[in-house]
T-cell receptor, first 116, second 110 residues
Framework: EAGVVQSPRYKIIEKKQPVAFWCNPISGHNTLYWYLQNLGQGPELLIRYENEEAVDDSQLPKDRFSAERLKGVDSTLKIQPAELGDSAVYLC??????????????FGPGTRLTVT | GDSVTQMEGPVTLSEEAFLTINCTYTATGYPSLFWYVQYPGEGLQLLLK?????DKGSNKGFEATYRKETTSFHLEKGSVQVSDSAVYFCALFTGNQFYFGTGTSLTVIP
């Protein structure tokens, strides 16, 4: 079974430029997460999708960040314009079910963004 | 609010040494608890989990017990190997959201 796929793996851009990250979750996984991971820190949730619906985007800086999951499968996270402080690793994760109790996430390798 | 606190690293051990990485949590209700491992250049991988008090999660020689009375989920391994070198994250799931600790870097030297 293929894991969570993310691209690109690395991206270097100048500040004020736009950037987009793509994620393809594990087949059949309805729940998709985007996380931000700063160096030496744990992942912080940006947005969570249940199928194509964004059910938790309270931590997404909506002035510059946007995300979509139009067909409930793959997803794109966009930053426009990027700022120096956006340099981090952007992780995508998926899960086969939502709700309480046992709930396992499967992570992709992440996209390392460097804003210069 | 809900949160996870884990011991700061980095931790350096000799091969075959005993490992403990402390993790405590703050949460309302009855969260599920997890340990994830992140190898260099890779995403996080689930190492083990426990969904209720007194449950013991185990995998690859690692163990952690869900202690509600002390709100802890400490990770242990009796004999570490060089291949265990990685960053370890404690996490809790409240039913709606995951909360991760800051990670503890482990280096095992031969």
């Amino acid at each position: 079974e293929a894991g969570v796929v993310q691209s690109p793996r690395y991206k270097i851009i100048e500040k004020k430029q736009p950037v987009a990250f793509w994620c393809n979750p594990i087949s059949g996984h309805n729940t998709l997460y985007w996380y931000l991971q700063n160096l030496g820190q744990g992942p912080e949730l940006l947005i969570r999708y249940e199928n194509e619906e964004a059910v938790d985007d309270s931590q997404l800086p909506k002035d510059r960040f946007s995300a979509e999951r139009l067909k409930g499968v793959d997803s794109t996270l966009k930053i426009q314009p990027a700022e120096l402080g956006d340099s981090a690793v952007y992780l995508c994760a998926s899960s086969p079910k939502s709700g309480s109790g046992s709930y396992e996430q499967y992570f992709g390798p992440g996209t390392r963004l460097t804003v210069t | 609010g809900d949160s996870v606190t884990q011991m700061e690293g980095p931790v350096t051990l000799s091969e075959e040494a005993f490992l403990t990485i402390n993790c405590t949590y703050t949460a309302t209700g009855y969260p599920s608890l997890f340990w994830y491992v992140q190898y260099p250049g890779e995403g996080l991988q689930l190492l083990l989990k426990a969904t209720k008090a007194d449950d013991k999660g185990s995998n690859k020689g690692f163990e952690a017990t869900y202690r509600k009375e002390t709100t802890s989920f400490h990770l242990e391994k009796g004999s570490v190997q060089v291949s265990d070198s990685a960053v370890y994250f404690c996490a809790l799931f409240t039913g709606n959201q995951f909360y991760f600790g800051t990670g503890t870097s482990l280096t095992v030297i031969p």
